[in-house]
């Protein structure tokens, strides 16, 4: 009883609040998904438990009626098997939003977009669905405290879609909005070429691998009207997704120069690096971040694996075509510690993780993801140990 108790407190961070002024609630959207106050949610399939809070052993659905069959028999369901994949998460603080493919035979490529509220009467409510002759429906998906925000694909007039050969040139995107609370959706940028990202606070739009060059600068909009801004990347790097923003200031998830190794043969290993831009101009506050690992805001800060790679071992691996293997070599990707940045200020802390990966924190607690004796997922509370940059502890 207790543990059902702890479920159903757990998710009413995820309803909409009541009063007229409610208080500020913390959340975060992340490259991965997003978080309403204490609950993580992480984009994943239908089929995987996505929802992570320090009340729990395990990670969680989202769809919290038991008898719930998830196969559409008992309504909508946002696990449910009609649910394509992946589905993605984002919020305003106060609701959470989904897009998912749908499965609908005369249209395969149609995504719909919803508001989910777990533990409400209606734990779906249909917002808008995207119209995707192309195939780049998933790049784009956003909110603010006004709308949430998505991307039709869309063929260049021209364009043969049943083309041999094709590539993303052929394609553009076309940024809708739709108010949160329902309604019709309206079209704000359209033509923009397939690789443009978008991003939104309450302030701006965001463009970013924006300019004729494709140089990976940002093209700032302000809503209210007036000249946008073009600031170009700091050298080495591209502009990608939105992490966090104040007034004046916005951080960003970047593209870096990638390495390559060799040993047998030669492997890319790619590398990404935080970006800030303040008062129109842009600088790196980190160039040395992983890319293979969780990089999420948290408190003011942000957090990510520091960029590490060790060669282990070269194996003949699987191509998947029929039998055929090719030589790789195995590198480890990480060295086991977090760093905690304050895009502010530029102070680093970094950390030994101990007792598994970190995916976020809840309440305060480090958790992370694990595996039980039968191979089920469970969720563990990493030990961070605060160490000096050459690895000693403080």
Same mark, same amino acid.
């Given at each position: 009883?207790?543990?059902?108790?702890?479920?159903?407190?757990?998710?009413?961070?995820?309803?909409?609040?009541?009063?007229?002024?409610?208080?500020?609630?913390?959340?975060?959207?992340?490259?991965?998904?997003?978080?309403?106050?204490?609950?993580?949610?992480?984009?994943?399939?239908?089929?995987?438990?996505?929802?992570?809070?320090?009340?729990?052993?395990?990670?969680?659905?989202?769809?919290? $009626?038991?008898?719930?069959?998830?196969?559409?028999?008992? *309504?909508?369901?946002? =696990? &449910?098997?009609?649910?394509? !994949? /992946?589905? #993605?998460?984002?919020?305003?603080?106060?609701?959470?939003?989904?897009?998912?493919?749908?499965?609908?035979?005369?249209?395969?490529?149609?995504?719909?977009?919803?508001?989910?509220?777990?533990?409400?009467?209606?734990?779906?409510?249909?917002?808008?669905?995207?119209?995707?002759?192309?195939?780049?429906?998933?790049?784009?998906?956003?909110?603010?405290?006004?709308?949430?925000?998505?991307?039709?694909?869309?063929?260049?007039?021209?364009?043969?879609?049943?083309?041999?050969?094709?590539?993303?040139?052929?394609?553009?995107?076309?940024?809708?909005?739709?108010?949160?609370?329902?309604?019709?959706?309206?079209?704000?940028?359209?033509?923009?070429?397939?690789?443009?990202?978008?991003?939104? $606070?309450?302030?701006?739009?965001?463009?970013?691998?924006? *300019?004729?060059?494709? =140089? &990976?600068?940002?093209?700032? !909009? /302000?809503? #209210?009207?007036?000249?946008?801004?073009?600031?170009?990347?700091?050298?080495?790097?591209?502009?990608?997704?939105?992490?966090?923003?104040?007034?004046?200031?916005?951080?960003?998830?970047?593209?870096?120069?990638?390495?390559?190794?060799?040993?047998?043969?030669?492997?890319?290993?790619?590398?990404?690096?935080?970006?800030?831009?303040?008062?129109?101009?842009?600088?790196?506050?980190?160039?040395?971040?992983?890319?293979?690992?969780?990089?999420?805001?948290?408190?003011?800060?942000?957090?990510?694996?520091?960029?590490?790679?060790?060669?282990?071992?070269?194996?003949?691996?699987?191509?998947?075509?029929?039998?055929?293997?090719?030589?790789?070599?195995?590198?480890?990707?990480?060295?086991?510690?977090?760093?905690?940045?304050?895009?502010?200020?530029?102070?680093?802390?970094?950390?030994?993780?101990?007792?598994?990966?970190?995916?976020?924190?809840?309440?305060?607690?480090?958790?992370?993801?694990?595996?039980?004796?039968?191979?089920?997922?469970?969720?563990?509370?990493?030990?961070?140990?605060?160490?000096?940059?050459?690895?000693?502890?403080?």
């Amino acid at each position: 009883m207790k543990r059902i108790r702890m479920l159903a407190l757990a998710f009413l961070l995820l309803l909409p609040a009541c009063s007229e002024n409610p208080p500020p609630t913390s959340y975060y959207n992340r490259p991965d998904g997003c978080q309403i106050g204490e609950t993580i949610v992480l984009n994943a399939p239908s089929w995987k438990k996505n929802v992570y809070h320090d009340g729990f052993d395990r990670p969680s659905g989202l769809c919290r $009626d038991p008898l719930c069959a998830h196969n559409g028999a008992n *309504g909508p369901c946002p =696990d &449910g098997e009609t649910m394509g !994949i /992946p589905r #993605r998460f984002c919020t305003d603080g106060e609701t959470l939003f989904m897009l998912a493919k749908k499965f609908e035979p005369e249209n395969p490529a149609r995504y719909g977009i919803y508001a989910v509220d777990p533990a409400g009467v209606n734990p779906m409510r249909g917002l808008a669905e995207t119209e995707n002759a192309g195939s780049y429906g998933l790049s784009v998906f956003a909110a603010d405290s006004r709308y949430l925000y998505y991307a039709n694909s869309l063929y260049r007039e021209g364009a043969d879609p049943n083309a041999e050969f094709s590539d993303r040139g052929d394609q553009v995107l076309e940024i809708m909005r739709v108010p949160k609370n329902g309604g019709r959706s309206e079209s704000i940028f359209d033509n923009v070429p397939v690789g443009v990202g978008f991003s939104v $606070d309450e302030e701006n739009y965001y463009l970013t691998h924006a *300019g004729d060059a494709g =140089d &990976g600068a940002c093209e700032i !909009i /302000p809503k #209210r009207g007036g000249g946008s801004t073009l600031v170009p990347a700091p050298e080495g790097v591209r502009f990608g997704s939105l992490l966090f923003s104040e007034k004046g200031c916005a951080v960003f998830l970047c593209s870096a120069k990638p390495v390559f190794a060799t040993v047998m043969v030669t492997e890319r290993i790619d590398r990404s690096a935080i970006a800030v831009i303040r008062d129109g101009r842009a600088f790196i506050a980190a160039d040395d971040v992983s890319a293979y690992c969780t990089v999420f805001p948290y408190d003011g800060k942000i957090w990510f694996s520091p960029f590490y790679y060790e060669y282990e071992e070269t194996k003949e691996l699987p191509t998947g075509n029929g039998d055929e293997t090719v030589v790789t070599d195995i590198y480890r990707l990480g060295d086991g510690t977090v760093v905690s940045l304050d895009p502010a200020t530029g102070e680093r802390h970094r950390y030994r993780v101990e007792g598994g990966s970190l995916i976020g924190f809840s309440d305060g607690v480090p958790l992370g993801e694990g595996t039980d004796e039968n191979g089920e997922p469970v969720i563990v509370r990493p030990t961070l140990t605060e160490i000096n940059e050459d690895g000693g502890s403080k």
